[in-house]
């Protein structure tokens, strides 16, 4: 519990759990008015009891293949002239243009949102190629930047100081207080990038 009304979850499936808690609360088993996930966790929050709601949730148990479901997708038209591009190309062992098409050719998941509004971590590339943050981060990165950070992958919708190794940029706005919802990611959105 992390707090009166809050139960924070510690989970190996992230995807699978959120998509066994959204489904519990729309058949009426979970009474929370959140549900947020994070890289290894999840929180509940607006639990009435989050005691009753921990022991039922060690009952439960996320159905095989319920993150695969047909979540929206997301088309973004990326320029791949990143100022890091050539040292992703250098971690990876191959040419600039090769991370470029391997790049385009994943299918990304919206895993989790954090750091700024709007921002989602992107899940899909295989762990070998994950790749460090900078050593000292930039004090400003551009709105709509396209980074790498250990295996994820994100764009920043707003500008602001950044230690991601830079790609590409595109110029779709991804986060807006006008628009209903703000966020143009979410979790479980499929994310591809496309050379525009």
Do not use: K
């Not at 959204?22 to 009474?31: I, P, S, T």
């Not at 992703?88 to 790049?103: L, Q, T, Y």
């Not at 790498?148 to 991804?174: F, H, K």
């Amino acid at each position: 519990m992390v707090g009166w009304s809050a139960l924070l979850i510690e989970v190996d499936d992230v995807e699978g759990w959120r998509v066994e808690l959204d489904r519990r609360r729309a058949a009426g088993e979970l009474a929370a008015t959140e549900i947020v996930p994070g890289e290894r966790t999840v929180l509940l929050d607006g639990v009435p009891d989050p005691e009753s709601v921990a022991a039922a949730v060690r009952g439960w148990t996320p159905a095989p293949g319920a993150a695969a479901g047909p979540w929206p997708a997301v088309e973004l038209p990326t320029t791949y002239d990143g100022a890091d591009l050539a040292l992703v190309a250098e971690h990876w062992g191959v040419s600039p243009a090769e991370v470029v098409r391997r790049h385009t050719a994943t299918e990304f998941r919206v895993a989790f949102c954090g750091f700024a509004p709007g921002f989602g971590y992107l899940t899909g590339l295989p762990e070998e190629l994950a790749v460090p943050r900078l050593d000292t981060p930039r004090a400003r990165v551009p709105a709509g930047s396209v980074g790498l950070a250990g295996r994820y992958c994100g764009v920043y919708p707003s500008p602001s100081p950044g230690g991601w190794l830079l790609i590409g940029r595109t110029s779709v706005r991804l986060f807006d207080v006008d628009e209903d919802p703000p966020a143009l990611l979410a979790p479980g959105t499929r994310v591809r990038f496309v050379r525009a």
